[in-house]
Every structure is written in C-alpha cells, then in structure tokens.
C-alpha cells in the first residue's frame, strides 16, 4: 500500500488535473456565463457546474486510486471531494463580481478587506486568478483529507 505522502501527491495531481478539465473542458458555456448571476438562476447553474466539476474529480481520482493501488478509502475519497466542491461552488458564485464593492459575495469583500481591493478593480484578470489560487489552495486540503489513511 502507497504511504500517507504518495497517497497526498497522487490525489493532489490527480485532483488539480481533473479540476482544469472540469472547469475549462467539461463545464458548460450556460453554466459558466450564469453561475454569478444573482438569485436562483445563478445558484442552479453553479450547482450544475460544480456537480459535473465534481463527478469528474471522482472519476479520475477512482481511476487513479484503482490504477496506482492507493489505497484510499472510499469515505476518504468522498469526503474530500466533499471538501473541493462546496469550496468551489463558492468561488464560483463570484464569477462576475471580483471588482464590486458593494452588494458583493461574501469572498469578494473578505479579498477588497485584505488587501486585494486596488488589485481587483484596477486588473480584469485579478478575479480569475484569485478564484485559481482559492481553488488550488482547497484541492490541497481536499487531496489531504482523501490521503489520510488507507482501507481499513
């Protein structure tokens, strides 16, 4: 059976490659373009983002847990893509609004109040990165939970 750290690397590589198919390969355009809008319509196209998102991460953490012998446990596994889903439903509720001030999601104003205001609305690409950084951050502690020991 791989070790505690073999078991993190892999799901960490596995589950930032799944991510950016997720996001930029498997996401659909309708989903992208609404998934910040405000109400319901922005929530249910987040939600259906985040769960093709997700079940891609699954997919490919499965087949690398079963391909690779990781031995993680399917509890393990689940609970952190429970982790890099609620997480990124999140960001992605702020897609659109990085540059507000007012009215914003909680996650934009927690950025303006540290620090990042001037950057957000001064470079368009500010958000996108932000997002990018948030969900690289999440993926790692999602990667842990799923590592954190074998079969039992």
Known sequence: MASTAERFAASYAVLTAA???????VQQDRDAVA????GREGRIACA???ASYT???????AAANRGLRLGLSWR????GLAVSAVTHYVADRCAGHWAET????VLVRAAHRSGKAGWLTRDPGAGPLLDQAWHKGWIALAAAVAAGGGHR
């Open 48 to 50: 259906r983002h985040v």
């Open 19 to 25: 991510h950016d198919v997720g996001d930029y390969i």
């Open 55 to 61: 079940a891609t991460q699954a997919v490919a953490l």
């Open 35 to 38: 998934k910040g809008r405000p």
């Open 102 to 105: 007012d009215g914003a999601p």
């Open 76 to 79: 393990r596994m689940a609970a």
